[in-house]
């Protein structure tokens, strides 16, 4: 059997995602904001989110989306970045000191003409177990 | 000219945009999302993948170049279709519509379903942002 088929053979229903943590700061938000283009003072500037029910600077939302990427770049390679598909709800904002961690499992797994496909659970927690990110996510293998 | 997207009606449709996914501007995102990931698969592969989501990002870029979210402003959801993998050097043009608004308490409920499209006219990417402004 190919290495391919045996990495293939491993997501069985319930199989879990690799984890990934990650400790944010302002600087990391900063330069997201730099790279993606998104100024929102809620991300950048202390001042005004100080000013929010926040009560100070978040990550934006997309920044966890690439960390939940990154997560399933691991998983499945290049599975994910061909035909890979998410639906996400934000629940909570990440602060900018937190450190947030991303998994997930396999919910269900269906065999066809065209490969194997999965469903996944995915979210996304701070280090109080809060929900932050959480949604479905398809790869077909 | 940029407009407030709360102004805006349901049906929509934004100025279509493109931009290149040039290598600094991946560089970029792929230092500030810290993704050890995807160089190591483009590198295994040789290619020079895009990561994903920053095609995503970059698309919902170009869209705020027409319409303006305010202060206070909340990222409800998302929605992504990534339909095949991105290469640095690639040009992608966009083209997005506003597919709802409603009002809920304090707020504006409103999704945006964009496109991404490579030279050639081949989708590369589909997606669904649905946002909460306050009124």
Redesign the interface.
């Known amino acids: 059997m190919s290495q391919e088929a045996v990495g293939k053979e491993r997501w069985v229903t319930g199989a879990e995602l690799p984890s990934l943590a ?1 400790t944010l700061s302002q600087e ?1 938000i900063d ?2 904001a ?5 100024f ?3 991300h950048v500037d202390p001042a ?1 989110a100080a000013q ?1 029910p926040f009560g100070g600077t978040i990550a934006h ?3 966890l ?7 399933l ?2 998983a499945f ?2 599975a ?11 629940k909570g904002a990440a602060r900018s000191h937190e450190t947030v961690t991303i998994g997930g499992h396999v919910q269900r797994v269906q065999e066809g003409h065209e490969g194997r496909r999965l469903w996944c659970d995915v979210e996304c927690l701070n280090q109080r177990s809060e929900v932050l990110v959480a ?1 479905q996510v398809e790869v077909k293998l | 000219m940029n407009k407030a997207i709360e102004a805006l009606e349901k049906g929509h449709q934004f100025s279509a945009t493109s931009f290149v996914l040039d290598g600094v ?1 991946v560089a ?2 792929v ?8 160089p190591r ?1 483009a590198q295994a ?1 040789g290619k020079a ?1 895009v ?4 095609v ?3 698309a ?2 170009s869209l ?1 170049e027409e319409m303006t ?1 305010p ?16 290469e640095t050097g690639e040009q992608i043009a966009c083209r997005a519509w506003l597919s709802h608004r409603s009002q809920r308490g304090g707020y504006w409920v409103l999704a945006v379903e964009m496109e991404g499209a490579d030279e050639s006219g081949r989708s590369v990417l589909a997606g669904r942002l649905t946002v909460m402004v306050p009124r």
Request: glycine share 8%; aromatic share 10%; proline share 4%.
């Open positions: 990650k990391k330069r997201y730099r790279a993606s283009g998104d929102n003072p809620i005004f929010t939302g997309m920044l989306l690439a960390y939940l990427s990154e997560m770049t691991v390679g290049r994910w970045l061909t035909g890979g598909r998410l639906k996400i709800r934000f949604g | 501007t970029r995102y230092e500030a999302v810290e993704d050890e990931a995807l698969l592969e993948w990561p994903p989501m920053a995503a990002a970059l919902l870029r705020m979210l202060a206070g402003s909340i990222h409800v959801s998302q929605e992504l279709e990534f339909v095949r993998a991105v």
